[in-house]
């Protein structure tokens, strides 16, 4: 877009409008009345996310343009601050390279700085990382500030699973909707077309904001009231993509691959039900569910890493491989894996479950990587 039409439709954002009140028909500036939005968060997805986010909020009246985006600073090997390069270039050099983000986001090393004054905080880290960020937020957000998760994972404790949603509602209480789907970051960042699932509580307006916000014409949203159902949707896939990686490492074929995705789903399925009654069996079928299932099976990070451990022959570990491969970036996979084998362990629900707790057992070195085809499956309770 020509510098004269930016100009012009900020301009435009900035005018006031009509007043629907009997007392006065004068214009009013409607700049306290629209949004600020916050990305907590700056990975791959992190950037991507942020791009959506800001092609909307600048061309939408109900939100203010800017869109600030934490960045866990770094150094480059140039010697550049990443925060300053992705200031420099519109471009997060190291996590999304070649991809403008939109002028009105900025990046921002101070945690604090980045969500003053926002009442849309977007959380998009490492699920590892999400309680000290959390802890680091407190007293420091607005009051109606509102939320919305876009992390997989989940935080295991002595009294049982936290989900993230739940993790971020307690320590800042606040609401926290939340946003999985089939969603590899690389693709939606050249506009390919994609899906995604908002999940939310009770309030649907409030639902309907996080749709507009992320909405494009390359990035369906939809909404349906079933949190839980949701975010453990996008949590456990990541452990039926481990396995989908050790098949394809030992070149099993696709009837295997295929066998080990229809398993995945039905331990998501019952894993998610047993731990929350209120999971809907439609959400399964949403893009959360099977879509995101099938693509992060066929080309996530957590596939690929698994794949080479394969290869491997487990010998080479997965940290190992991560910093190797990823460069930065995180696998949720692994840690969800051992997250769940601990809930799985603690109450007594091994046999259950057979395939996640063979990923877990390869993953940390128990089991060979072939032991994901050579387990003794149980019947697994109808849910």
């Not at 600030?68 to 550049?80: I, K």
């Not at 507009?212 to 009231?225: D, E, N």
């Not at 691959?257 to 398993?263: F, Y």
Request: hydrophobic share 40%; net charge negative; glycine share 8%.
């Amino acid at each position: 877009m020509a510098p004269a039409a930016l100009e012009a439709q900020s301009q435009q954002k900035e005018e006031t409008v009509a007043h629907n009140s009997v007392l006065s028909s004068s214009s009013v500036n409607d700049t306290t009345h629209r949004s600020k939005v916050s990305v907590i968060g700056s990975g791959n997805w992190g950037s991507v996310a942020s791009k959506l986010i800001a092609s909307n909020t600048f061309r939408l009246n109900s939100f203010h343009d800017e869109v600030r985006m934490w960045v866990y600073e770094e150094t480059l090997q140039s010697g550049e601050k990443l925060t300053d390069a992705i200031n420099r270039t519109n471009e997060n050099v190291k996590y999304l390279p070649g991809i403008k983000l939109g002028n009105n986001v900025v990046a921002d090393p101070d945690l604090e700085n980045t969500v003053r004054d926002a009442n849309m905080l977007v959380f998009v880290t490492p699920h590892q990382f999400m309680e000290g960020i959390c802890k680091r937020l407190v007293g420091k957000i607005r009051a109606d500030a509102e939320a919305i998760s876009l992390v997989k994972g989940m935080e295991v404790k002595m009294e049982g699973p936290c989900m993230i949603s739940s993790l971020i509602s307690q320590i800042l209480g606040i609401s926290c909707s939340v946003l999985m789907g089939a969603n590899i970051a690389n693709e939606i960042a050249v506009e390919k077309f994609s899906e995604a699932t908002v999940g939310y509580r009770q309030n649907r307006d409030v639902a309907e904001r996080w749709v507009q916000l992320f909405y494009t014409p390359y990035f369906i949203v939809t909404a349906v009231q079933d949190v839980e159902g949701v975010e453990l949707c996008g949590t456990l896939k990541n452990v039926v993509a481990l396995a989908a990686g050790f098949v394809d490492g030992l070149e099993m074929g696709n009837n295997t691959k295929a066998a080990i995705m229809r398993l995945g789903l039905r331990e998501m399925k019952a894993f998610s039900k047993l731990l929350f009654p209120s999971v809907k069996d439609s959400t399964f079928f949403e893009s959360c569910g099977v879509a995101d299932l099938i693509t992060t099976c066929l080309g996530g990070r957590n596939r690929k890493v698994a794949e080479a451990y394969a290869k491997n022959g487990g010998r080479r570990s997965f940290d190992e491989l991560e910093a190797e491969m990823l460069q930065g970036q995180k696998l949720q996979g692994v840690s969800t894996a051992r997250e769940v084998y601990e809930v799985l362990s603690h109450r007594g629900w091994l046999e259950l479950f057979p395939l996640f707790a063979t990923v877990h057992e390869i993953s940390s070195g128990l089991l060979p990587p072939s032991a994901i085809v050579e387990y003794s499956e149980k019947q697994v309770r109808s849910f």
